[in-house]
C-alpha cells in the first residue's frame, strides 16, 4: 500500500483535529513535536519486501506508546512446523493515520483479532498489515494465530536432530531481525516489552526463555510450560530454547545458574570450567559498573548449528557447540571459553539492560562488550595474559581490516535491517574494542569506570545511543570527548606512528613521536602511548624506562625522554595502549634481529615478531628472509603466545608459498624447510603441553611430503606415538583431512572407518571437509553442485564446511577450471532470498596470486552490477589480497610487482 503525502496530510486533518487547528506559523515552530511527528508518519509507507527501515521502525515508534506481549507456542519432535498465539497489548500515542504493520517473516497467518473481535487483515510473507479503521481508540489487545516452518539455518527457530540418538533440540537466534520468525510483533530495539511465555512440548524436554518457569502441568504426553511475566527487554534478545538437555547446576552468590548441553556432547563438556569462568565475571562486572545482575536467572545453553559465537539472551545465553572440545583443551582454547562467557555477560548490562535505540550504534554494543570481556578475564581470572591474547586476536583483526580498501568508520549509519551485519567485521568489534582500551588510558582508569556505570544506572531498561554513551564519558572525566570522537568514530584509516631519535654522549639528545596517515584517510589523530626504550643489561635486552606520552599531529616531541641511556630498540607502543601501527626505525631493527631471544619481556617479543611479519605482508621484507629468521630464532622460545604467533606465521607463510609465481625447486626448499621445523618442534615439545599441541596444529597445515605424510597417517593410526600427545576426535579429523588432501593412503577408507566410530554431527561435518578438500575435479564439480545448485538438501552447517574446504592453496589449478562455474552463480547468489548464504558463497573466492586473479576480481566488481554489499566487500577485499600477494612474490622475487 503506497500514500502520497498530500492524501496522508488529509487524513491527518480529519484523524487529529489538535494540530489541524493551529495555524501555518505554529505548525512551523512546533516542529520536533507531535505535528512534526505526526507529518513523519503521513511521509513513511512499507516496502512490500522482508527487512525494517530505520526510517519505517521511528514512525511505528511515533505509533506505539508501549507493547507488552502474551505468547504460547507449540512444539513437538516431529513436524516441519510450530504453532502459536501471540496477544501484543498494544497502548497508541494517538489514534492511528495509517495502517499497523506487525513484522512476521515466512509464516502463515491463521487469523487476526482486536479486542476479542476478529478483523481484516493483509499478509505478504514479511508483515501483517491491518487498517487503521480498526484500531480506533488508544489501547487494544491485537491477537495473531498463526504457524511457522522451523528454520534449519540457525535463525529463528532452528530444529537439529542428532545423529547420534535421534533427539530432537530446539533453539532461537534472532540478531538482529530474526525474532519475528517466532512470532508475530514489532521487531525493533526500542519497542521494549514484558514477555509472558506458555510452551506446550514434548514430556521430556527442557523449555528454557528469560524467565524460570512457574508452573509445569502435565497434559498426556506433554507438558505445559508456564513462565511468568519477564522484565522489559528489546525483542531481539527474547528467546525459547527447548530440548532433552543434560543440565548442570551452579549459583554464582545468589544467581541460580544453570547450564545445557545436548545429551550426546555432555560427556565432553567441563562444567566446573564454565562455572568458574561465570562466577568470576559476575563478580568483576556487578562491582565494576555498581549495578547489580538485572534479570532473575542466568542460564547458558551450548547449541548446534550456531551461525555466531554465541548470543546474549537475556538470562539464556547461546553458546556454539565449537567451544566445547572432546580432547583437552590448551589454556589458549579455555581462555576463548572464559572470554565468550564474560563478553555474552558483558552485554547482559551493555545491550540488554541498555539497548541501542537503533542499529547504528550496534558496533558500539559489540565493541564493549569485547573490551569488557578482556578486562574481566584481565583482573578477576587465572589468565594474566588475557592482553597479549587481545593484542594476538582481536587487535591483529582490527589492524588488517583498517588496511583493507572496505575499511569504514566504526560508526555508520544503518538503513535498514539487512545493513545491520553488513558492516559487522574487524572494525566495529576489533578497532571500536581496541578504542575503547585507549580511553581509561587516555580519560583515566577510574573516570572511565564511573562514566560506564552512570550511564547504566540512568538509562536502565531504556534505550539510549552513542551520544548518551560519550556524554557520561566525558562528564565523569571533565573532558569534551568531541573531537575524539570525530577522529576515532567517524573517520577511517590506520596511523603509523614512528620513533625518531637522536643521542649524544650515550644520552638521548632528542626523541619525536611522528604520526602518519594513508593517502586514502589523512586524519591524525590524539592518543595516549607509552614510549619503550631497550637495553642490554647483562645477557638481556630489558626494558630500562617506559615513558607515558599523548601526542597529536604529524610530530610530538617527547622531552621526558631527554637525558635518557640511549636506547638499542625503541618501541613506541610499549604496553600496546595505543592503536597504531608501529613502524621501528633502523637501530631497533638491527638490534632486534640480533637479540630477539634476549629480550625479557614475552609481550615485546610478541610485538617485534608481529611487526617483522607486518614487513613481509607490506612487501618491505622477503617472505623467505622471513622463514629463515623463523627457523633460526624460534626454536629456543619458550612463551607460548609467541610460539602460538611464529607457528601461525610460519604456517602462512608454506601457503603463501604455495600461491607465489616462483622458482620451483626454492619453492620446495622452503616447504621443506618449513615442515621440518614444525615437526621438529612437535617432537622435542614438552609431553602433554600445549606448546605440543600448537605445533601439532602446525605441522597437520603444512605435512605435504610422502614422508610427513606417512607420519600423519602412522599417528592416527596409533603405530606412532609422540610422548604426551593425546589424539582427540578433532584432532583425528585434522590428519583425516590432511590424507585426503594429498590423496594419501586409505585416504577414503579412513573417513569411512572415523564416521563408523563416531557419528556425531561434528564427525559428520569434518567429514564433508575432508571430502571436499580433495584435489579431484568430480569432487569440486560434486560439491559445487551442492552448493550452488542443491542448497536447499543441506543444513547451512553442512555447506559451510564443503566451501571452506573445496580449495587449498595449493590446489588454484582446480580453482581455475571451476572459477566460471563459481562466477556464474553470481546473479543467482545475488538476487536469491538466500542472505545467510551469501557469506558462504564467499569462501569460494580462495586467494589467488596472480595477474589473472586480480582482474578476474575487478571484472566482476567494474561489472555494474548491483552486489549484495557483504559480496561486494568480500570481492574488493581479494582483490586487494590478490595484489597484496603478488607484491610480496615481487618482493621475495628481487623484483617490482607490476
Ligand atoms: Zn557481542
Not at 514479511?126 to 479503521?133: D, G, L, N, V
Not at 605482508?617 to 633460526?632: H, N, W
Amino acid at each position: 500500500m503506497n500514500r502520497s503525502g498530500k492524501f496522508a496530510l488529509g487524513v491527518l486533518c480529519s484523524a487529529v483535529l489538535a494540530a489541524c487547528s493551529l495555524e501555518p506559523n505554529q505548525l512551523q515552530a512546533t516542529a520536533g513535536t507531535s505535528t512534526a511527528q505526526a507529518l513523519a508518519e503521513s511521509a513513511v509507507a512499507r516496502d512490500n519486501a522482508p527487512g525494517l527501515s530505520e526510517q519505517y521502525a521511528k514512525l511505528r515508534k511515533q505509533q506505539i506508546a508501549q507493547v507488552d506481549y502474551k505468547l504460547s507456542v507449540t512444539i513437538a519432535k516431529t513436524g516441519e512446523a510450530f504453532s502459536g498465539r501471540v496477544i501484543a497489548d498494544t497502548q497508541f500515542r494517538r489514534n492511528l493515520l495509517q495502517p499497523l504493520t506487525i513484522d512476521f517473516a515466512g509464516g502463515e497467518v491463521q487469523g487476526v483479532q482486536v479486542d476479542g473481535k476478529t478483523v481484516p487483515f493483509e499478509y505478504n510473507g514479511h508483515f501483517i498489515t491491518i487498517a487503521p479503521e480498526h484500531l480506533k481508540g488508544r489501547k487494544h489487545a491485537i491477537a495473531v494465530d498463526y504457524t511457522h516452518a522451523y528454520s534449519t539455518n540457525g535463525s529463528g527457530l532452528h530444529r537439529f536432530q542428532d545423529p547420534v540418538d535421534g533427539e530432537v533440540y530446539m533453539y532461537t537466534d534472532f540478531e538482529p531481525y530474526d525474532a519475528n520468525r517466532l512470532f508475530p510483533h514489532f521487531d525493533q530495539p526500542n519497542l521494549k516489552a514484558h514477555y509472558t511465555l506458555d510452551v506446550t512440548a514434548p514430556k521430556d524436554w527442557s523449555v528454557i526463555s528469560s524467565v524460570r518457569e512457574k508452573n509445569i502441568a502435565q497434559k498426556g504426553d506433554v507438558n505445559h510450560w508456564v513462565f511468568p511475566q519477564s522484565k522489559k527487554f528489546s525483542s531481539y534478545i527474547f528467546s525459547l530454547h527447548a530440548g532433552p538437555f543434560t543440565q548442570w547446576e551452579d549459583d554464582a552468590d545468589g544467581i541460580p545458574l544453570r547450564l545445557f548441553a545436548r545429551k550426546s556432547l555432555a560427556q565432553y563438556v567441563k562444567p566446573n570450567d564454565w562455572f568458574t569462568f561465570t562466577k568470576q565475571s559476575f563478580e568483576f562486572f556487578q562491582k565494576y559498573f555498581e549495578v547489580d545482575y538485572p534479570f532473575v536467572k542466568y542460564d547458558q545453553v551450548i547449541v548446534p548449528d550456531f551461525n555466531a559465537g554465541a548470543m546474549e539472551n537475556v538470562a539464556a545465553v547461546t553458546f556454539n557447540e565449537g567451544y566445547v572440545s572432546r580432547g583437552e583443551k590448551t589454556q589458549a582454547q579455555r581462555m576463548r571459553l572464559a572470554n565468550v562467557i564474560a563478553h555474552e555477560m558483558a552485554h547482559m548490562w551493555f545491550g540488554d539492560l541498555v539497548t541501542m535505540n537503533w542499529w547504528d550504534d550496534l558496533w558500539l554494543n559489540e565493541s564493549f562488550a569485547t573490551y569488557m570481556a578482556n578486562l574481566a578475564l584481565a583482573e578477576n581470572s587465572e589468565f594474566n595474559d588475557a592482553w597479549e591474547n587481545f593484542y594476538l586476536g582481536t587487535k591483529q583483526w582490527a589492524y588488517g581490516e583498517d588496511q583493507l580498501p572496505t575499511t569504514h568508520a566504526i560508526q555508520l549509519p544503518v538503513k535498514n535491517t539487512d545493513e545491520a551485519f553488513a558492516n559487522f567485521d574487524g572494525i566495529t568489534y576489533g578497532k571500536g574494542g581496541s578504542i575503547l582500551k585507549q580511553l581509561p588510558y587516555y580519560l583515566g582508569k577510574e573516570e572511565f569506570r564511573k562514566g560506564v556505570s552512570n550511564y547504566l544506572k540512568d538509562l536502565s531498561y531504556k534505550n539510549s545511543t552513542l551520544d548518551d554513551f560519550m556524554g557520561h564519558l566525558g562528564k565523569s572525566a571533565g573532558k569534551d570527548l568531541d573531537q575524539w570522537q570525530q577522529q576515532w568514530l567517524y573517520k577511517a584509516g590506520l596511523n603509523t606512528i614512528a620513533v625518531n631519535f637522536q643521542c649524544e654522549d650515550g644520552k638521548i639528545a632528542s626523541l619525536t613521536i611522528e604520526q602518519s596517515a594513508p593517502e586514502e584517510y589523512p586524519v591524525l589523530r590524539e592518543q595516549r602511548t607509552q614510549v619503550g626504550l631497550y637495553n642490554m643489561a647483562g645477557d638481556k635486552m630489558v626494558l630500562s624506562k617506559a615513558i607515558p606520552v599523548t601526542y597529536a599531529g604529524a610530530s610530538t616531541d617527547v622531552t621526558a625522554a631527554k637525558g635518557e641511556a640511549c636506547p638499542q630498540i625503541v618501541y613506541p607502543n610499549e604496553g600496546d595502549w595505543a592503536f597504531a601501527k608501529v613502524n621501528l626505525d633502523k637501530v631497533s631493527v638491527d638490534n632486534m634481529s640480533k637479540h630477539i631471544n634476549d629480550i625479557d619481556k614475552p609481550f615485546t617479543r610478541l610485538m617485534l615478531w608481529q611487526s617483522l611479519f607486518d614487513s613481509v605482508t607490506d612487501a618491505k621484507l622477503p617472505l623467505d628472509e622471513f622463514v629463515s629468521f623463523a627457523i633460526s630464532n624460534a626454536g629456543v622460545e619458550t612463551d607460548i603466545n609467541v610460539i602460538r604467533l611464529v607457528s601461525r606465521y610460519l604456517a602462512t607463510s608454506y601457503s603463501f608459498l604455495n600461491q607465489f609465481q616462483m622458482d620451483s625447486a626454492k619453492r620446495t626448499r622452503l616447504q621443506l624447510a618449513i615442515e621440518t621445523f614444525a615437526w621438529e618442534q612437535l617432537q622435542k615439545a614438552p609431553a602433554g603441553s600445549d606448546t605440543q599441541k600448537t605445533w601439532f596444529g602446525t605441522f597437520t597445515g603444512v605435512a605435504h611430503t610422502d614422508k610427513a605424510l606417512a607420519n600423519a597417517r602412522n599417528l592416527l593410526r596409533g603405530e606412532l606415538t609422540i610422548d604426551g600427545l593425546k589424539l582427540d576426535p578433532d584432532m583425528r579429523w585434522g590428519l583425516i583431512t590432511l590424507q585426503n588432501q594429498h590423496l594419501y593412503s586409505d585416504y577414503a577408507q579412513a573417513i569411512k572407518s572415523e564416521l563408523a566410530k563416531d557419528n556425531s554431527d561434528r564427525s559428520q561435518l569434518n567429514a564433508i571437509a575432508a571430502e571436499a578438500i580433495r584435489p579431484q575435479q568430480e569432487i569440486k564439480a560434486k560439491w559445487l553442485e551442492n552448493l550452488l545448485q542443491n542448497r536447499d538438501e543441506f543444513k547451512l552447517a553442512q555447506l559451510k564446511y564443503a566451501a571452506g574446504a573445496l580449495f587449498p592453496t595449493e590446489q588454484g589449478g582446480l580453482y581455475d577450471a571451476n572459477a566460471e562455474r563459481i562466477i556464474g552463480a553470481l546473479d543467482d547468489v545475488n538476487s536469491s532470498d538466500a542472505s545467510e548464504f551469501v557469506g558462504t558463497y564467499t569462501r569460494l573466492f580462495p586467494l589467488s596470486c596472480s595477474e589473472k586473479g586480480v582482474q578476474q576480481m575487478s571484472e566482476i566488481l567494474n561489472s555494474g552490477k548491483s552486489l549484495n554489499p557483504l559480496l561486494e566487500k568480500a570481492l574488493k577485499n581479494r582483490r586487494f589480497r590478490n595484489q597484496s600477494c603478488l607484491n610480496m612474490a615481487a618482493a621475495m622475487n628481487g623484483h617490482s610487482a607490476g
